[in-house]
């Protein structure tokens, strides 16, 4: 079982950047397939990017490519999420979840089964 916790998250305008952090525990980091997802008030849970276990490669959801970066420290065992140009529709609780089973990381969020707590971002107009 592996433990995740985010940090980072806050308030900005419209234009600016935050970057993400997702601390783990408790098993091996680089074995996991990373992954962010985010929720807006009453919407569902959403894909926004995953990496693969080495860092090698990143996907991401094609609302944040070009202005999110999602990279990973396997020393550290932290992943992150660089969010620059953030709009007002960034606005969300962001999660980072783990999967232990897959080398193409997943972008539904059943394909993951570590999840953290969450962290708000929210982006003024």
């Known amino acids: 079982q592996v433990q995740l916790v985010e940090s980072g998250g806050g308030l900005v305008q419209a234009g600016g950047s935050l970057r993400l952090s997702c601390a783990a525990s408790g098993r091996t980091f680089s074995n996991y397939v990373m992954g962010w997802f985010r929720q807006a008030p009453e919407k569902e849970r959403e894909f926004v990017a995953a990496?693969?276990?080495?860092?090698?490669?990143?996907y991401y959801d094609d609302s944040v490519k070009g202005r999110f970066t999602i990279s990973r420290d396997n020393a550290q065992n932290t992943v992150y999420l660089q969010m620059n140009s953030l709009k007002p529709e960034d606005t969300a609780v962001y999660y980072c979840?783990?999967?232990?089973?897959?080398?193409?990381?997943?972008?539904?969020?059943?394909?993951?089964?570590?999840w953290g707590q969450g962290t708000q971002v929210t982006v003024s107009s």
């Open positions: 990496i693969r276990r080495s860092g090698g490669t990143s």
């Open positions: 979840a783990a999967d232990r089973g897959k080398l193409t990381p997943g972008r539904n969020e059943y394909d993951y089964d570590y």
